[in-house]
């Protein structure tokens, strides 16, 4: 089991390019969730996807964030355009939900620590 | 907004010494997670607690749920620099949408 796999694992880039940050979950994880740590406000949730649709984006800071979960095993969490105040790491996470609505623990990958200057 | 608050925030301690580190919230939750991250790395699932009053034990570590599902406590026997890294609570709720509050998290740091 090769655990949640994010790409890139460090991003530098300037003020107002597009970012895109990559996540593979586990296989045959059904749940994926995004999340953004900074030391000011910790561990935030962006967005989650249960089988590729998303269920809550209402963490989703600005309309500049978007999240697309095209199948399975793929997600990508979007930036466009970015600024510093963007600059975090942002986690990936996956889970299994299984039909009585109960999750296995979350496994996080680790990370992709943006930078915007 | 349901807050999980975390304290001591930093702690820095020697070898061989005992600590608990606090989880503290208004809200009630169904569950209750710990997880250690260490630099570079994502938060590492440690135990959860889903029964108020519930005491768990992994090895030196002994973590508690208060009896009105509120609040937990992790208290560490005997620290080692092992145990060196962040410390996280979650919360999260029944109806379970995997949807968890993560509290600030508590830096420690023992000293060989």
């Known amino acids: 089991d090769a655990g949640v796999i994010q790409s890139p694992r460090h991003e530098v880039t300037e003020m107002g390019q597009e970012v895109t940050l990559r996540c593979k979950p586990i296989?045959?994880?059904?749940?994926l969730f995004w999340y953004r740590q900074t030391m000011m406000r910790g561990l935030e949730l962006l967005i989650y996807f249960n089988n590729n649709v998303p269920i809550d984006d209402s963490g989703m800071p600005e309309d500049r964030f978007s999240a697309k979960m095209p199948n399975a095993s793929f997600s990508t969490l979007k930036i466009q355009p970015s600024e510093p105040r963007d600059s975090a790491v942002y986690f990936c996470?996956?889970?299994?939900?299984?039909?009585?609505?109960?999750?296995?623990?979350?496994?996080f990958g680790n990370g992709t620590r943006l930078t915007v200057t | 907004t349901q807050l999980l608050e975390q304290s001591p925030q930093f702690l820095s301690i020697q070898e061989g010494e005992n600590l608990t580190v606090y989880c503290n919230s208004s809200s009630v939750f169904s569950s209750l997670q710990w997880y250690r991250q260490e630099p570079g790395e994502g938060p590492v699932l440690l135990v959860t607690?889903?029964?108020?009053?519930e005491v768990k034990k992994l090895k030196r570590l002994t973590f508690q749920f208060g009896d009105a599902r509120k609040d937990s406590s992790l208290h560490i026997t005997a620290a080692q620099p092992g145990d060196t890294g962040l410390y996280l609570c979650a919360g999260g709720h029944s109806g379970n949408t995997g949807k968890l509050i993560f509290g600030q998290g508590t830096t420690l740091q023992v000293k060989p």
């Open positions: 607690v889903v029964t108020g009053g």
């Open positions: 296989s045959g994880h059904n749940s």
């Open positions: 996470a996956s889970s299994l939900r299984t039909a009585h609505g109960l999750h296995s623990p979350l496994h």
